[in-house]
T-cell receptor, first 113, second 113 residues
Framework: GENVEQHPSTLSVQEGDSAVIKCTYSDSASNYFPWYKQELGKGPQLIIDIRSNVGEKKDQRIAVTLNKTAKHFSLHITETQPEDSAVYFCAALSLEYGNKLVFGAGTILRVKS | NAGVTQTPKFQVLKTGQSMTLQCAQDMNHEYMSWYRQDPGMGLRLIHYSVGAGITDQGEVPNGYNVSRSTTEDFPLRLLSAAPSQTSVYFC????????????FGPGTRLLVL
């Protein structure tokens, strides 16, 4: 089955700097890769996703890149702000259990002002 | 449109007790699922359902039961609570279309003593 690894587990950046979180996956058949942001005491919220027919997608300060050959994808946050502080999860869609999302272990992002 | 709702928000159980975690969605989604979230392990799929009357096991189903009598509701039952079931539980729903966005509820924090 699918396995997703996520790095780093914690990341501290200064306000205004960029943050990059990387994930690798094992199943070459996976073709949908969402990123979720989880704030304290809340459920994960989708912030951006990418499908295997594109290599990059941007939404304002957030971008995701996908390298299907190397089986890795990354989240890029530019001009970080204190409200970006949260736990970020990457995931890969596995058809093993219907619409099963296989999640990475998460990255705690702290933006210092 | 409330999205995905979960009750209770927090629960303390004694070992051996049983309880039901409630989940409801008002988006007419066919697919519903339960995840548990443990530190350093991301979210793991417990059970899922692709429609009313249809349920199946995820990757960590032992100790849990589910049923799906309506499209809207997907309760998770702990038959005999164990300390290993101390976790945060999230319900999610999505359209059955492949690669569709999954929406998460706010979570139920469970402590088993």
């Amino acid at each position: 089955g699918e396995n997703v690894e996520q790095h780093p587990s914690t990341l501290s950046v200064q306000e205004g700097d960029s943050a990059v979180i990387k994930c690798t996956y094992s199943d070459s058949a996976s073709n949908y890769f969402p990123w979720y942001k989880q704030e304290l005491g809340k459920g994960p919220q989708l912030i951006i996703d990418i499908r295997s027919n594109v290599g990059e997608k941007k939404d304002q300060r957030i971008a995701v890149t996908l390298n299907k050959t190397a089986k890795h994808f990354s989240l890029h946050i530019t001009e970080t702000q204190p409200e970006d502080s949260a736990v970020y999860f990457c995931a890969a869609l596995s058809l093993e259990y219907g619409n099963k999302l296989v999640f990475g272990a998460g990255t705690i992002l702290r933006v210092k002002s | 449109n409330a999205g995905v709702t979960q009750t209770p928000k927090f629960q303390v159980l004694k070992t051996g007790q049983s309880m039901t975690l409630q989940c409801a969605q008002d988006m007419n989604h066919e697919y519903m699922s339960w995840y548990r979230q443990d530190p350093g392990m991301g979210l793991r799929l417990i059970h899922y359902s692709v429609g009313a009357g249809i349920t199946d096991q995820g990757e960590v189903p032992n100790g849990y039961n589910v049923s799906r009598s309506t499209t809207e509701d997907f309760p998770l039952r702990l038959l005999s609570a164990a300390p290993s079931q101390t976790s945060v539980y999230f319900c999610a729903s999505s359209s059955l279309a492949v690669q569709e966005t999954q929406y998460f509820g706010p979570g139920t924090r469970l402590l088993v003593l």
